[in-house]
């Protein structure tokens, strides 16, 4: 069964750093693309990152652009989000989503249950 | 960017209704459309990708339709399960975007 499980998110003030952590399991990670979603509370979702199943191309959201960096262990099957300089409007649970083929243009099948990141002082 | 545009934002329908939700985007996306369920406090579920191919387990009362900018979502006869949220999104191109959603509730 393919599963992906995040975690690292919490309660960080206004400035701060967290990395978040989604462990993949049941696919060849390797072979997919995969991109981190977020969701501020009440609001739709929000496209963040993604990254291609090699980790030599990576993209980025305006809104995280110099803030976030997407990166990949094939090797430990995890995708990774750093995130610093974080603002309130950071504030939203985070997915990380796998894409269907190894390059970026390829559609979300798998998602997992989320992480809260809470940006407050 | 691409901008995507869904309509209504929200809509009441009873059990049984016939049920569509409209996405527009900004420039022509070729297809590449995808369709998420997502209910309150869940991760998003797949429904159809390449604007009308069914995702394996989704009841055939959902279907998609489209081309070029213009794309509909249906559900021909609306089930209890069926209240969410539901979004598209463009895979296109970089940044994959999304549509603000369509909210269903019970009349």
Request: net charge positive.
């Amino acid at each position: 069964e393919v599963q992906l499980l995040e975690s690292g998110g919490g309660l960080v003030q206004p400035g701060g750093s967290l990395r978040l952590s989604c462990a993949a399991s049941g696919f060849t990670f390797s072979s997919y693309a995969m991109s981190w979603v977020r969701q501020a509370p009440g609001k739709g979702l929000e496209w963040v990152s993604g990254i291609s199943g090699s980790g030599d191309r990576t993209y980025y959201a305006d809104s995280v652009k110099g803030r976030v960096t997407i990166s990949r262990d094939n090797s430990k099957n995890t995708l990774y989000l750093q995130m610093s300089s974080l603002r309130a409007e950071d504030t939203a649970v985070y997915y990380c989503a796998k894409l269907t083929g190894p390059f970026y243009n390829y559609y979300m099948d798998v998602w997992g249950k989320g992480t809260t990141v809470t940006v407050s002082s | 960017d691409i901008q995507m545009t869904q309509s209504p934002s929200s809509l009441s329908a009873s059990i049984g209704d016939r049920v569509t939700i409209t996405c527009r985007a900004s420039q022509g996306i070729s297809n590449s459309l995808a369709w998420y369920q997502q209910k309150p406090g869940k991760a998003p579920n797949l429904l159809l990708f390449a604007a009308s191919r069914l995702e394996s387990g989704v009841p055939s009362r959902f279907s998609g339709h489209g081309y070029g900018t213009d794309y509909t979502l249906t559900i021909s006869s609306l089930q209890p399960e069926d209240f969410a949220t539901y979004y598209c999104q463009q895979y296109y191109s970089s940044p994959q975007t999304f549509g603000q959603g369509t909210k269903v509730e019970i009349k």
